[in-house]
């Protein structure tokens, strides 16, 4: 219903979002991160099968579908990391007895796939309505293999000469670390330098989120 | 009494531990327990070796086994590195496929081996494009009380640490394998990654190495993998509450220190081994 | 074959390195009529026996047992209701469930159950029945899981005690102990208690055309009572033979008991005086 | 990110300055009513919703946002469809994670000789009596007074068809004009539920279906386009017609 | 005294009873001490000694007073009989015989009084004694016949049939045209089992690169019982698959040898499809026979060339369908449940048989008598002596099934390939 497209910075790759997509869904977004995409769509508060019965808060469930092939062992990570974090992102004492299914689709994947997946996830969430602590942003970044430099949000490209990917989800109101992966091998100084860099530009990322429920807010 | 309250009141429970300074288990919040490895021990395996973390125990055992090496990389020879949750070692878990926990468990263990880059897949490689070796690391955690990814991590790493292989002649013309059983080849691991886990309270209390109780009852947990060289190989944090970066910092502190600790456990364990073999090598 | 996708795969199709193994070295081969076994023992000898019991602290049971190279470890958990059961049952159930880690084998296991321990799991389970008060717990299953992290042979009988003694352990109510070997027969030799290799060799070697008496005989009992709670005979061989092997292996269940016995008077000394210096037996 | 009133604002923000209109002669402590969106931690009052910032006067603040799944929150009149009856009481779908239950005497004049001839698959209008995270929903079809009161049975000629809770809250504002404006040139039932459901009945199909399609359509209008709106679908309907 | 005024009245009532008293009344006169009355009157005590010191000899000796002289030949006198005498004293009878005795003496004591007017005292008496033993005798022989007739003992079962008999067996063989081999086997017109053999070429195992493999697979329709819908058959099918896999794994029974093609490249993969059409009880047994049925008739397709080509094989099956080898069955075992029901064994029970019995064991015996598998089922234990028993049991059974079986199979194989297919699958 609302296109999006700005580039925010020239730090991060241009976001782009299409925000209550799927009309079956209670809230859904189709999210872009320079040429990632992933669509999520949210189902929920509903009844849940009694074995995942959590008698004091809301479950979670996240279905994360790559693009080609069944579901493997990889994606279950995805998934962890997305349903660990909208859990502490939403207010879940608010809706006992009851589950919300987050259903993932990777539609192209060019690097920072999973900071695109928990980023279109806590959009997802915030066009479903449901009470939230706060927003999640979460921001990829790349030290390069020769330079020592941190690339902010790299693509596929960029990824080939790196020595270490990170990627951080922090929170809206304190910028702290929600959640945080890491792949290859860095040290202590590079870890704190690039949790410095991620925080400062995740602000863009829940900039974002403002601008995008600036546009819906108004026209409803 | 101190059982039925537990059973009754679990959260508080923890609780009026943690108010009063102390774990339900005696520790400090600082403390770590305490680690013992045996390795070797399993005779129908390559190689293979058990990881106490207090009650917490993994054992992981290497079946090597020959294959053809991918088209794309014809060099490179295979780990299969799978985790075991079996309903054996805990009542949270049921026979079947394995649970969520167990996938991500093996994946989180399979990005260690590649972040840590403590193996070359080279090194697995018998004859390019032809035959390669394929190592099946299965681990199998047999009493799960918590820090499950520690105790899988530090069975993995000895058993690969005192894994040999035999000889192989591969004539690449006829196709002809023959093995030398006797003629066993020590496999190189370059360093020993080595994990620590931690639990996060509310009010951003850190527990470090929590049980089973402790990671259910926590806002948030992050694992931290260090190598010999102090190089991070792996921070994972899932998600649960927002911590503060001084709190990963003082996490990053403590892992360096366990990490000494259980790297010479592990050594010590192994040179046990080593000393063993000489003396029942020597009469001969 | 579909491949898992819950877990890490590696290549479609590998080969385990011990075929390749030149047969003159292989093939060391088993003198049956040597008055020693390869590793030593009579042919009536058991091999030692170690048990633990309470090595699980998440389960309610558990038993650990080490007979030579077999290593087995068995839990039992609380009664739960039975799954997808409607209607009353006056006895309980026991649920059984026996696996080879993939490394315990000669060969490569594959992480999901196959035919045999399948079957395995049902003769564990109907070697355990006659021997627990299943009307004391009715429409309630008990758990019980066995893994085997080493198979030195004899690992069924081995793991039927080791599940008899985590029962014990775990306060469920049973009628007595059950024992079990296993004998390997080889013509007229009787092994007690065989090595793996001596069972692949009992199993499969004979020479087509004779009648040789070869095969495995596993018999779990209640030596308190003096009743057979299980038999399972594979291979070839006549009832004599049997009937013969059922004494031999009597003998051994005498032999056996007392451990069994002595491995839980002193895990309830352990709870009862946790201040007495626990000693292992060998 | 600290908000106030008439802002855009995103869980996770806190709101500024909250107090309540002070008017002369009155008490100075006056209650502040935190409406949906709005939570306190402490001292400090939190957004966990995203939204528009709304105050009415005394003190009430509220979040205004855009939302599909219905809550259930006590008294709100929803719309809601049978799907079970099982002994006094009935089943009811409100488009809620739970079931709604609605008892054979909640409705006027119901007794227990008298029971309503309710099917499954009816479609009723009802007032929401117990809503609670931890309940069962519970329907009721009578006033506190024991009347009916508009509530009850709908009948099957109507259509009912669904849009977002705002849209309903939106129609159901006073000042939006729309069913004033469509009410002009048409005769028309409606019921609208605060659950995102609402019953209509024309006196044709068609115009059932064009007065569905123009409040579908009055999601993205603003107030002062409504005219232009309705006047678009009347034209419609002459031609059709 | 009194005693005269009473003993006329009894007197006049009943005499015998008119004598006791005075017989009695005597002993307190001979030995002195108080007389025991209770004794006389009362009818709990047993009886006393009426000859007290008296009666023994030494005592007797020992100086007599002439007062005891008299008593004493009054008491021999008192000794010899009169004509009426003995007398019975009334209560002796009830003293002698306990109650229950009292009660089955009855009716032949007054069958005994009605005929000794006829017979005198004595033939009365054995006459008495004769029928009621020989009554008795009749009773009991009733009553073990009875007790044969409607026990165990008796060797019958509901069905008409003794404990190791078998219910009639039916089976058809090739009645399958495109399996290599196929068999229908029905017990007593309940159990019926369809078995269909087939083969492919497949690659040999590495680590048995000169044997070819041999797969069973059980399939519980759940038309056979309601309780094999959805997964139920499941435990059942894998259990005789299992048995089956057993019974038929020793080389001595089948040599997987003869399977192999080429070693290390090709072999054959027998598959052995096993469907359970209905459920009437003794599944086993009907599998086990089934499945030898069907590898009776069993045809591998002649491979009439196969090279090695640059490493590949290359092989060519001859198409004439005559042109094939069949499988050897003589080593093969049939399959005996011998099921435990209280202190006997029944074979081929029936399903209220099966529910009946807490164990039972499955044997699978060689031809030439050898057990290639055996294992218990049911939730019971055994003593050693009764499994060995049932051993024995199964043992013979499964000789006699093996041959009965094979002699059918040899009838109908003479029917040959003309015989008219008489299965349901026509």
């Known amino acids: ?220 | ?284 | ?282 | 990110m600290e908000v106030s009133v008439g802002d855009v604002v995103m869980p996770g923000d806190s709101l500024k300055d909250i107090k309540s209109t002070k008017k002369e002669g009155k008490n100075e402590r006056e209650n502040v009513i935190l409406g949906p969106g709005l939570r306190r931690e402490g001292d400090k009052v939190y957004v966990c919703k995203a939204g528009i910032l709304k105050r009415r006067d005394p003190a009430v603040y509220y979040v205004d946002s855009y939302q599909k799944r219905y809550i259930p929150s006590r008294g709100e009149n929803v719309v809601g469809i049978v799907t079970q009856k099982s002994g006094d009481i009935y089943k009811v779908d409100v488009g809620a994670s739970e079931q709604a239950t609605l008892s054979y005497l909640a409705f006027e004049g119901a007794t227990k000789k008298n029971r309503p001839d309710l099917q499954v698959g009816d479609v009723i209008y009802a007032k929401m009596l117990v809503a609670s995270k931890d309940m069962e929903p519970e329907l009721v079809c009578v006033d506190s007074q024991g009347k009916e009161n508009e509530l009850g049975v709908l009948s099957s000629d109507g259509m009912v068809f669904t849009c977002s809770l705002s849209l309903v809250r939106k129609l159901l504002n006073p000042e939006c004009p729309l069913f004033r404006i469509l009410g002009r040139n048409q005769a028309y039932e409606l019921a609208a539920g605060m659950n995102g459901r609402i019953w209509i009945k024309a006196r044709s199909v068609q115009e059932t279906i064009a007065a569905a399609n123009a409040i579908l359509a009055a999601e993205y209008t603003v107030a002062s386009e409504m005219q232009k709106l309705c006047a678009r679908i009347e034209k419609t309907l002459l031609l059709v017609t | ?426």
């Not at chain 3, 059922?246 to 002595?262: G, N, R, T, V, Y």
């Open chain 3, 1 to 282: 074959m579909p491949v898992d996708q819950k877990r890490i795969n590696g290549p479609e199709s590998s080969v385990p390195y011990n075929i390749y193994i030149h047969s003159e070295i292989k093939n060391k081969g088993i003198q049956p009529d040597a008055p020693k076994r390869h590793d030593g023992r009579s042919n009536n000898e058991l091999r030692n026996i170690f048990l633990k019991t309470g090595i699980i602290s998440q389960a309610k049971g558990s038993a650990y047992i080490e007979m030579g190279n077999t290593k087995i470890i068995c839990s039992v958990f609380d009664p739960r209701e039975v799954p997808n059961k409607t209607g009353y049952c006056v006895q309980g159930e026991l649920f059984c469930e026996f696996k080879f880690a993939p490394f315990s084998h000669h060969k490569r296991k594959m992480h999901q159950q196959d035919a045999e321990e399948k079957e395995y799991s049902l003769i564990l389970q109907r070697a355990l029945e006659p021997a627990v008060c299943l009307q004391e717990f009715p429409n309630f299953q008990v758990d019980v899981y066995a893994t085997v992290l080493d198979n030195g042979g004899s690992a069924l009988a081995a793991a039927i005690m080791a599940a008899s003694l985590a029962l014990a352990n775990a306060g469920v109510p049973m009628f007595g102990l059950v024992t079990a070997s296993t004998v390997g027969i080889y013509d007229h030799t009787y092994l007690v208690d065989p090595t793996d290799t001596e069972e692949t060799f009992c199993c499969t070697k004979s020479v087509p055309g004779t009648v040789h008496n070869h095969g495995i005989i596993i018999q779990a009992a209640l030596p308190q009572h003096g009743q057979i709670s299980e038999m399972f005979v594979v291979g070839s061989v006549d009832t004599d033979t049997i009937v013969h092997s059922m004494d031999l292996i009597s003998e051994a269940h005498k032999d056996i008991c007392p451990l069994l016995e002595q491995c839980l008077v002193k895990t309830v000394f352990k709870t009862f005086r946790p201040n007495i210096k626990k000693t292992d037996t060998k």
């Open chain 1, 1 to 220: 219903m609302v296109e999006e497209d700005t580039e925010i910075d020239c730090v991060l790759r241009p976001m782009n979002c299409e925000i209550n997509l799927l009309s079956r869904s209670d809230g859904s977004t189709m999210f872009m991160q320079g040429d990632t995409t992933i669509v999520a769509g949210i189902n929920g508060p509903m009844e849940v099968k009694s074995q995942k019965m959590a008698y004091d808060k809301l479950s979670i469930e996240v279905t994360y579908t790559p693009l080609t092939g069944p579901a493997k062992v990889d994606d279950r990570l995805i998934e962890t990391y997305i349903r660990e974090s909208c859990e502490s992102a939403i207010l879940v004492s608010l809706h006992p007895n009851t589950m919300i299914c987050i259903n993932l689709q990777e539609v192209q994947d060019s690097g920072g796939l999973l900071a695109c997946a928990i980023n279109a996830s806590c959009l997802a969430l915030i066009n479903s309505g449901l009470s939230m602590k706060f927003t999640i942003a979460a921001v990829s970044c790349m030290i390069e293999k020769e330079t020592g430099k941190i690339i902010m949000d790299p693509d596929n490209t960029q990824l080939k000469n790196a020595k270490a990917e990170f990627t951080y989800a922090f929170d809206s109101i304190n910028k702290d670390i929600v959640c945080c992966h890491s792949v290859g091998r860095f040290s202590q100084s590079e870890f704190l330098a690039s949790v410095d860099k991620c925080k400062q530009v995740s602000q863009f990322i829940f900039d974002f989120y403002r601008e995008i429920t600036k546009k819906y807010a108004n026209t409803v």
């Open chain 5, 1 to 426: 005294m009194e005693f005269t005024n009473q003993n006329k009245e009894i007197f006049a009532f009943d005499w015998s009873k008119a004598r006791f008293p005075n017989v009695f009344k005597m002993a307190p006169h001979i030995v002195p001490g108080p007389p025991n009355t209770t004794a006389l009157e009362g009818g709990g005590e047993r009886p006393m000694n009426i000859v007290r010191r008296v009666g023994r000899e030494r005592e007797r000796m020992l100086g007599m007073t002439d007062e005891e002289r008299a008593w004493r030949k009054k008491w021999l006198d008192a000794q010899k009989l009169a004509p009426e005498e003995p007398v019975t004293p009334p209560g002796y009878y009830k003293e002698m015989f306990n109650p229950i005795r009292r009660f089955y003496k009855a009716p032949m004591n007054k069958v005994q009084n009605m005929m000794e007017p006829f017979l005198g005292y004595t033939g009365a008496y054995v006459a008495r004694h004769v029928i009621s033993k020989t009554a008795i005798g009749i009773f009991t022989v009733y009553c073990i016949f009875y007790h044969l007739k409607y026990n165990k003992m008796l060797d019958l079962r509901n069905d008409g049939r003794s404990r190791c008999q078998y219910r009639s067996i039916e089976i058809e063989t090739r009645l399958m045209p495109h399996a290599h081999g196929s068999a229908r086997l029905r017990i007593g017109n309940i159990t019926d089992v369809l078995v269909g053999v087939k083969l492919e070429i497949d690659t040999p195992y590495a680590e048995k690169p000169d044997e070819g493999k041999l797969d069973f697979f059980v399939d519980c329709s759940a038309n056979a019982t309601p309780a094999f819908e959805g997964k139920g058959g499941d435990d059942l099918a894998t259990e005789i698959s299992n048995v089956l896999s057993m019974a038929y794994q020793t080389p001595d029974v089948f040599d997987l040898r003869q399977l192999c093609i080429i070693p290390h490249k090709k072999c054959w993969k027998m598959y052995v499809d096993i469907l359970i059409l209905q459920c009437g009880g003794n599944l086993f047994d009907a599998v086990g026979a089934a499945v030898k049925a069907a590898l009776y008739n069993t045809e591998i397709p002649k491979v009439i060339a196969a090279t090695l080509d640059g490493g590949e094989p290359d092989i060519q099956v001859s198409d004439d369908p005559y042109d094939c080898i069949k499988l050897d069955i003589t080593t093969y075992p049939s399959i005996v449940t011998v099921c435990k029901i209280g202190d006997n064994f029944v074979i081929d029970p029936t399903l209220e048989e099966e529910s009946c019995s807490a164990v039972n064991i499955i044997m699978s015996v060689m031809p030439n008598g050898k057990v290639t598998s055996m294992v218990k089922q049911g939730y019971g234990s055994l003593l050693p002596t009764t499994l060995i028993k049932m051993l024995e049991v199964g043992k013979d059974i499964g000789l006699k099934l093996n041959e009965a079986l094979k002699k059918t199979l040899e009838e109908e194989d003479k029917l040959g390939r003309t015989k008219p297919l008489c299965g349901f699958l026509r």
């Open chain 2, 1 to 284: 009494m101190d059982l039925q309250y537990k059973t009754i009141h679990p959260v508080k429970y923890l609780q009026d531990h943690l108010e009063q300074g102390i774990r339900p288990d005696g520790r400090k919040f600082l403390s770590f327990r305490p680690v013992s490895v045996n390795v070797s021990s399993i005779v129908q395996a390559d190689s293979s070796a058990i990881f106490k973390l207090g009650d917490t125990s993994a054992v992981c055992g290497i079946k090597a086994e020959l294959a053809t090496p991918k088209a794309d990389i014809p060099d490179h020879g295979y780990i299969v590195p799978n985790v075991e949750l079996s309903p054996l070692c805990s009542p949270k878990f049921r026979p079947g496929p394995p649970s969520e926990q167990a996938q991500v468990l093996s994946k989180l263990i399979d990005i260690v081996l590649s972040n840590s880059r403590a193996l070359d897949l080279k090194d697995l490689c018998i004859c390019k494009n032809k035959l390669v070796w394929v190592l099946y690391c299965d681990i199998l955690c047999l009493n799960y009380n918590g820090s499950v990814i520690d105790a899988c991590i530090g069975a993995m790493i000895a058993a690969l640490k005192t894994l040999t292989l035999p000889e192989i002649n591969y004539n690449s013309e006829t196709g002809v394998i023959v093995t030398h059983p006797e003629n066993r080849k020590a496999f190189t691991v370059r360093t020993l990654p080595v994990s620590a886990s931690f639990a996060i309270f509310e009010k951003q209390l850190l527990l470090v190495d929590p049980s089973d109780d402790e990671e259910d009852m926590s806002s948030t947990r992050f694992s931290i993998v260090m190598d010999d060289e102090e190089e991070i190989c792996y921070i994972h944090k899932p998600g649960g509450i927002p911590i503060s970066q001084n709190l990963l910092c003082k996490g990053l502190e403590m892992t360096k220190v366990r990490a000494k600790s259980i790297r010479s456990v592990i050594n010590a364990a192994i040179s046990t081994l080593n000393v063993n073999n000489i003396e029942t090598n020597s009469p001969k």
